[in-house]
């Protein structure tokens, strides 16, 4: 996932570090946060995922005019096997899709409030486990987030499982 | 606050509740601020019907991001160098979750003291939900 533009704004880091449960005062008190060691209002460690927000093509977000996977007044029916990825326009992927195995941060600075902030994605490794029911394919995602002066902010490394059903590896 | 390298050992232990009965609108709460609206931890008719699970669960973004709060809690903020985790197993409604970092080495990079710490988030099974690791820069 490659974000143009992603401003860090100051109603995102409250609403963010609220889901979080986290009420430390450096994400959402300016006086607090100018009087600390960081100087400023900053963002929780995690925080760069919110940038998804910003990715206009992100599958994982209902889009005006475009068919979502999940309920309305029933579930959309299962696929068949090989079903489609959550391309935002298809039914929903067999077994829901991958999940989430893995994420790690490399921190060049903190991500601050007014941050403006851009990111670019490369596919890493892919490796694949015999799980229990079948076969576990593993992708690698490196995504780099700079500031407007080009700097290095974060690194984020992200892995995703995916459950491939003995069924379908016929 | 802060921590000073000559305050920390190895094995030095930090501990804090991070949920109790956490609930299916704090998931929700985190699917808008995160943008990851996914029905699995969204919608429950998808998650259980669709996708065969017993219900919606968490986010793991959700469990890593309340895990960096014991984190920041501790080692103070702006101070993380790195921070990884790996989703061991799946967080539901209703569990009460409870982090513990443990300092593993105190080591320095760039003249800087440097913490290494391992990291574990609990289920009320004790089954770990999350494992990883942290550096962070410590005061000399």
Do not use: C
């Not at chain 1, 829901?96 to 596919?123: I, K, M």
């Not at chain 1, 229990?132 to 992200?158: C, M, P, Q, W, Y």
């Not at chain 2, 609206?37 to 669960?57: C, I, K, M, Q, S």
């Amino acid at each position: 996932m490659s974000v143009e533009r992603f401003p860090v704004e100051e109603g995102h880091v409250l609403t963010f570090a609220r889901a979080i449960g986290d009420d430390n005062p450096v994400y959402r008190d300016p006086q607090y946060a100018a009087a600390s060691e960081v100087g400023g209002l900053i963002a929780p460690p995690t925080f760069t995922i919110a940038s998804a927000q910003w990715d206009p093509d992100y599958p994982l977000r209902p889009k005006p005019g475009v068919k979502w996977w999940g309920s309305g007044a029933q579930a959309t029916p299962e696929p068949k096997a090989g079903g489609v990825a959550p391309d935002g326009g298809s039914s929903a992927p067999k077994g829901g899709g991958a999940l989430h195995a893995e994420q790690h941060f490399t921190y060049h600075r903190a991500v601050r409030v007014g941050d403006v902030l851009s990111s670019t994605s490369r596919p890493g490794a892919t490796w694949e486990k015999a799980g229990r029911s079948g076969k576990l394919v593993f992708n690698e995602h490196i995504t780099e987030f700079r500031d407007a002066s080009g700097e290095l902010v974060v690194t984020a490394r992200s892995v995703s499982v995916l459950r491939q059903p003995l069924e379908d590896n016929e | 606050m802060t921590l000073k390298a000559a305050d920390v050992k190895p094995g030095d232990q930090h501990s804090q509740v991070l949920a109790k009965n956490l609930t299916r609108t704090q998931i929700v709460q985190y699917a808008g601020a995160s943008g990851d609206y996914n029905p699995l931890h969204t919608d429950e008719p998808f998650a259980r019907d669709v996708a065969g699970y017993p219900g919606v669960f968490a986010h793991g973004m959700l469990t890593m991001g309340m895990t960096g709060r014991l984190l920041t809690d501790w080692v103070g903020d702006g101070r993380l160098l790195e921070y990884g985790v790996r989703f061991t197993a799946q967080v539901w409604p209703g569990d009460t979750l409870t982090a513990t970092a443990t300092i593993r080495e105190v080591t320095s990079r760039y003249g800087d003291p440097v913490a290494l710490i391992d990291i574990v988030t609990v289920n009320q099974a004790g089954t770990a939900v999350v494992t990883g690791t942290a550096a962070a820069r410590l005061d000399a």
